[in-house]
């Protein structure tokens, strides 16, 4: 690894250098004509870059191998949502695929409400089913979702559909007994500091779905990402979903620039929660349009069969109808983007070596797969 510090004074580059030694990582100067670089001797490959790009006086960071498992230098990370056994071929997204959509009610109510809109989605061309079981509500009186029961009868719905499933977890708790009724563990916009929560998923071998707090900045998704990661699991979505700005016409405020600079900076695929964002179910269209041209992977809606009566987040769930008309913007807008990738699927059929994707458990299987495939 090599630090560009350009013409930083000599006070600079002995911070930077004592910066890295307290890090336990040994350095060495090189004075070049017009620039001054510390040369990392140490290997330091596996710690993420921002690190040192946070550093005062470092304008770049140039790393000498691909391993780092969020690095924009690896090739990109394609996200396996399903496994052989969820009857839905494999839905995968990133690596330059068409978006994906995902959808569902923001909490699953019952039985047959999950398995009637999951025929819904399904026809609407969306590639997954979401719903909440483990709800995060901000009040305490409010429903809290149907826990195990209605992951059960979600994985129902998503098998009779063939559609895989998407479900937040709200603690360590929940995983493993969530994990059979789950192809996607999904990370709340809450919960993205629960560093603990983050290191346990990284340690299953299931996609993780992992969205923005709702104050976080970019860097600190990223560094939230990294946790997951270095644990071994790199099938890792990353989802902006709305942050609090000083705008209450909407419930929280779109940031399609992080998905531009998301991006620009990692090999991870990027989603969008327009319903998280806006709030308000007319702007879920235009904002998924616009989170399509702006680059995103996928976007991920909530719906329901009657929208008006939704138990939670009534007022942003869209109708059937709606989801299929914003599916169909969703593949007009990225054919017209993307003229020489129109043809590429994002199913593909199950094959073994495709669901080997999703079992890479141990830390030296993640870095194997980083750095050899690209994965
Ligand atoms: C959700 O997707 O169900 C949800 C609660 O969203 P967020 O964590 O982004 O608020
Ligand atoms: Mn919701």
Redesign the pocket.
Known sequence: MILSLGNASEKVIEEVRQNLLARGLENTLVKCAKTTLVVITSDADSLPGHIFSQMDGVQKVVRLSNRSPLGKDLAQTVVTLSTANSNSGLVQIGGGRPPIVISGP?AIEGRDQIIELAQEVKASGAVALRG?AY??RTSAYDFQGLGLDGLKYMKEAGLQAGLPVVS?VVSIEQIEPSSPYLDVF?V???NMYNYELLKELGRQRKPVLL?RGMSATIDELLQAAEYILLEGNLQVILCE?GIRTFENRTRNTLDLSAVAVIKSLTSLPVMV?PS?AVGKREFIAPLSRAAIACGADGLIIESHCTPDKSISDAAQAIEPSTLAAIVNDTNIIWAALNPSAVGRTNIDEVTEEASAVNVQGSKASARTLAGTTGI
Do not use: I, L, T, V
């Open positions: 923001c909440g709800k995060p937040e999904q709340g916009a809450r969205k979903r929660d998280h």
